[in-house]
């Protein structure tokens, strides 16, 4: 399990920490991974004694639409936060927008190697 919690790698606990910054290196890890069991992504965030900012509330509001419009029951949904997104759901939107912009990347790269393809045809 990879854990995201420090500015730098470490081995703790028989774990790898990762800083914020390696989010998307794992998370392209994760999409190109032929088997998943092997790489796990964790977003892990401490909060205590702070104060949700407004990024994290669109974050935990998005997530929760996403899993309710997915799903569709609650328990469910529970049992799908608790074993994918670790319980909350801000990270269910953090991999609903991850997803969302790699579907982007996906459509700009396809966009831009038609237009090479179409200039070195012509």
Not at 10 to 19: L, N, P, V
Not at 31 to 38: A, P
Request: aromatic share 14%.
């Amino acid at each position: 399990m990879i854990t995201l919690k420090t500015p730098v790698a470490r081995k703790q606990q028989g774990f790898y920490t990762f800083s914020a910054d390696a989010v998307l290196i794992l998370y392209f890890c994760r999409l190109w991974s032929y088997n998943q069991k092997y790489i796990k992504v964790s977003f892990k965030q401490h909060t205590v004694g702070q104060m949700k900012s407004v990024k994290d509330a669109i974050l935990e509001g998005i997530g929760k639409q996403y899993l309710y419009l997915r799903l569709r029951q609650e328990e469910r949904v529970k049992r799908e936060l608790n074993t994918k997104y670790e319980g909350q759901y801000r990270n269910a939107g953090l991999v609903l927008l991850f997803d969302v912009f790699m579907a982007l990347a996906v459509v700009v790269a396809v966009a831009l190697l038609a237009g090479v393809l179409y200039l070195l045809a012509a």
